[in-house]
């Protein structure tokens, strides 16, 4: 090939970074954005399982089922809380509301004391 054919070549491709990047634009923020949803739902998740277990705690001291939900509600808000007692454990289940509302997964956990446990 010749100079000016490679010259004429390269002068044709000018501008095709920009097209190729405004394709590829919207699937990186897509991915992006479902990393970021990812890490949402793992947070929540976490929080589901240290209101479990700061409940479960306090339900082994001997507080009320009241109290306990009040203080599962304050680590993970608009959790809901289920206890189970067997054994000499006290068991419970944390649910946290749905981080993401296109994705409705609701994060839960269960934590175990044993009764009666200071």
């Known amino acids: 090939m010749t100079r000016q054919r490679i010259r004429r070549r390269l002068r044709d491709e000018h501008g095709s970074v920009a097209a190729e990047l405004v394709v590829a634009l919207p699937a990186v923020i897509l991915v992006l954005a479902a990393c970021l949803g ?9 929080a589901a399982q240290d209101a479990a277990a700061a409940a479960a705690r306090s339900l082994a001291r001997g507080e009320n ?19 189970r007692r067997r054994d000499g454990l006290v068991c419970v289940s944390a649910t946290a509301p749905a ?13 175990c004391a044993l009764e009666g446990a200071l």
């Open 65 to 83: 089922v009241a109290a306990a939900a009040a203080r599962a509600s304050a680590i993970a808000p608009g959790s809901s809380v289920s206890v």
């Open 38 to 46: 990812g890490v949402r739902v793992g947070m929540q998740a976490m």
């Open 99 to 111: 981080a993401l509302p296109v994705l409705p997964v609701a994060p839960s956990a269960t934590a």
